[in-house]
């Protein structure tokens, strides 16, 4: 059993910034690798950014060179700055995880999902 909790969604002007973060707690073994994607209405789920475990970051090509995603592995944790937000960056963001979790006397790797958390670009 395995949460991740976003946090840092709100409302700014387009121009602004914001912090997202996301925890994962649980029954972890070990975390593969961890990533961001949003979801505007009417549309389907997005990736914005992602980074494997050992390996650098990728991103949308709508969102690189504004926004940065960096990982605390000994924290289980994910943080995507966003800068110079736009309108159309308005979603909800949903923090991903592929995780390695001890099931019985196996490990298998699932892939857990945040709540999300929303994000409104408006002036």
């Known amino acids: 059993q395995v949460q991740l909790v976003e946090s840092g969604g709100g409302l700014v002007q387009p121009g602004g910034s914001l912090r997202l973060s996301c925890a994962a707690s649980?029954?972890?073994?070990?975390?593969?690798?961890m990533r961001w994607y949003r979801q505007a209405p009417g549309k389907e789920r997005e990736l914005v950014a992602g980074?494997?475990?050992?390996?650098?970051?990728n991103y949308a090509d709508s969102v690189k060179g504004r926004f940065t995603i960096s990982r605390d592995n000994a924290k289980n944790t994910v943080v995507l700055q966003m800068n110079s937000l736009k309108p159309e960056d308005t979603a909800v963001y949903y923090c991903?995880?592929?995780?390695?979790?001890?099931?019985?006397?196996?490990?298998?790797?699932?892939?857990?999902w945040g709540q999300g958390t929303q994000v409104t670009v408006s002036s």
């Open positions: 991903n995880a592929d995780v390695n979790v001890k099931i019985f006397s196996s490990y298998n790797q699932r892939a857990y």
């Open positions: 649980g029954n972890i073994f070990s975390i593969n690798a």
């Open positions: 980074i494997i475990t050992g390996g650098s970051p």
